[in-house]
């Protein structure tokens, strides 16, 4: 079995900054490509940011320069580091892995709120 868990959101006001934080556990034989997706109210859920196991980046156009991506692979952990957050950054973050256990998968965490506001 196989879990990751977000933590890090909450509600911040314009222009600040939050750091998303996503735990891969379980019977994990090697965590490949990982990524942050969101969903706003009424919205799809797209992409934000991905990075490969060597550590290649993604970012959708609307977080450059604003978002961050990172991983430890040791220790099966990414993180997602927001800096002038706008409200319309506002969305549920979700964390996914293509996780092999050995054969590969995509799984997908439950989510964090982000919420953006004064």
């Known amino acids: 079995q196989v879990q990751l868990v977000e933590s890090g959101g909450g509600l911040v006001q314009p222009g600040g900054s939050l750091r998303l934080s996503c735990a891969a556990s379980?019977?994990?034989?090697?965590?490949?490509?990982m990524g942050w997706y969101r969903q706003a109210p009424g919205k799809q859920r797209e992409m934000v940011a991905v990075i490969s196991r060597s550590g290649s980046t993604n970012y959708t156009d609307a977080v450059k320069g604003r978002f961050t991506i990172e991983r430890d692979t040791g220790q099966n952990m990414m993180y997602l580091q927001m800096n002038s957050l706008k409200p319309e950054d506002t969305a549920v973050y979700y964390c996914?892995?293509?996780?092999?256990?050995?054969?590969?998968?995509?799984?997908w965490g439950q989510g964090t709120q982000v919420t953006v506001s004064s």
């Open positions: 996914k892995a293509q996780i092999a256990t050995p054969h590969p998968y995509d799984y």
């Open positions: 379980g019977n994990i034989f090697v965590v490949l490509d």
